[in-house]
């Protein structure tokens, strides 16, 4: 049956380490990728490893190209007006610093069809965060950042579409420093402002950017349980957030499961036949670093699965989506119809966390979050993100949902096949994503 023994459901709804770990990393507060806030919520992990009984936790470090938060300004020069207060512009992480003058030219929802007949060549590009309905899938920030910078702009304005003077961050780092033109992002009710007087004649805008771009460390965490077998299932989260808020859904609850599926398991640790590891990766929002680096240096074929926790607790109804390996599929479908709880599968390609770089090079891997109706990526990546949106109720849902399927998964009767990673750029072509 998929389901942990009752005794193990009982205990999860009665004890709060999870939630205390949760609470210490949003008190950090400022965790942003290589700076000392990331360092402490590393150490809090590892402390948490500890406690819950993990054995071999080890922190890692790795070297980051690091970005660090000074000013920012957007400047409407015909109307002798200047937005600089943070509750109206903020700059990307990964931006380069610099300082341009140029029309402001909104391409709507930044589609490529928008992006194909806009005339963005020396101008400052600026583009929603809504992907339309009508669109055949979410287009990421990125997405529409790099398309800006090929369509030869010299900015770039990400103007939010939820209200709440809530300007959105994200990265936009290349591979190894800054991208290529500065970049900020704007609440919806500056950006509504702007985009009002962008129509009917050119409007001339100014966008100042001051920040730093300098190599630093980030860390990843990590803790085993288990049989000591060849190969392992990986479970992950992120610990590193955005410094404008405390990360409490992107993703300190992520990484606060990672550690309360861990205790849970470790009651049931004699059931398992596959060694399961459990990981809180580094320098996620400044381009999946962390993940990368484990990836890069350790065999690939010594994963049996990647279950990865992102963007997870603000809803109790876990949703997961699986990429297209059906042994993924069938086991959190299993978990669903023995706990009598709704859980949404798909198998959509989902290129934008932790698992990514492993599930592109072919690795079973899922990532699971928590299902809403909203159109948007809620409160992440704003002031917002903060531990008043969450509820410990939710909280403890989760983690049974979570670890009944990494339980699951832990047993010898589900063997997730591994594909190559032409396999994947197919799955990822047929829903209209180019990764290659």
Request: hydrophobic share 35%; net charge negative.
């Amino acid at each position: 049956m998929a389901r942990l023994p009752d005794a193990v459901i009982g205990d999860a709804y009665r004890n709060s380490i999870a939630w205390k770990t949760l609470t210490s990393l949003v008190d950090i507060e400022n965790r942003m990728a290589g700076q000392d806030g990331e360092r402490d919520g590393a150490q809090c992990i590892a402390s948490t490893f500890e406690e819950v009984g993990l054995r071999d936790v080890a922190v890692e470090e790795f070297e980051v190209p690091g970005w660090w938060r000074e000013s920012s300004a957007l400047g409407l020069p015909e109307q002798e007006r200047s937005y600089v207060q943070q509750h109206q512009v903020l700059s990307l992480p990964g931006t380069p610093k610099g300082d341009q003058s140029a029309e402001l030219v909104d391409v709507g929802h930044g589609t490529p069809a928008e992006f194909e007949t806009a005339d963005l060549d020396g101008a400052i590009a600026m583009a929603s965060s809504k992907t339309p309905e009508t669109h055949d899938r979410w287009i990421h920030r990125k997405e529409k950042y790099e398309a800006a910078v090929e369509a030869g702009a010299v900015g770039f304005v990400f103007r939010n579409h939820v209200e709440g003077c809530l300007p959105p961050t994200g990265g936009i780092h290349q591979e190894n420093g800054p991208g290529d033109i500065p970049a900020v992002g704007v609440s919806r009710e500056l950006g509504h402002r702007l985009v009002r007087h962008c129509e009917g004649k050119p409007l001339r805008a100014t966008l100042s950017v001051d920040c730093r771009n300098e190599k630093t460390a980030s860390r990843n965490v990590s803790g085993v349980l288990g049989p000591d077998t060849e190969q392992r299932l990986l479970v992950s989260a992120h610990h590193d957030a955005h410094d404008i808020a405390e990360g409490a859904e992107d993703n300190g609850a992520g990484s606060a499961l990672v550690c309360e599926v861990a205790r849970l398991l470790s009651q049931i640790e004699d059931d398992l036949t596959v060694g399961v590891e459990f990981v809180t990766f580094g320098a996620e929002e400044i381009g999946l670093r962390g993940s990368a680096h484990m990836a890069d240096t350790r065999p690939l074929d010594d994963i049996k699965a990647i279950i990865n926790l992102d963007a997870i607790g603000g809803s109790r109804t876990l949703a997961v989506g699986t990429h297209g390996f059906d042994e993924l599929t069938s086991a959190f479908e299993a978990v669903s119809e023995s706990l009598e709880t709704p859980i949404e599968v798909d198998d959509e390609i989902v290129p934008h966390s932790d698992h990514w770089p492993f599930v592109k090079n072919g690795v079973p891997g899922l990532m699971a979050h928590s299902a809403s109706d909203s159109d948007d990526r809620g409160w992440g990546h704003t002031h917002a993100d903060t531990l008043d949106k969450l509820d410990k109720r939710d909280f403890r849902d989760l983690a049974v949902l979570v670890a009944s399927g990494v339980a699951e998964l832990a047993r010898d009767k589900r063997e997730p096949q591994h594909v190559d990673a032409k396999t994947i750029e197919e799955r990822a072509k047929a829903q209209g994503l180019d990764i290659s």
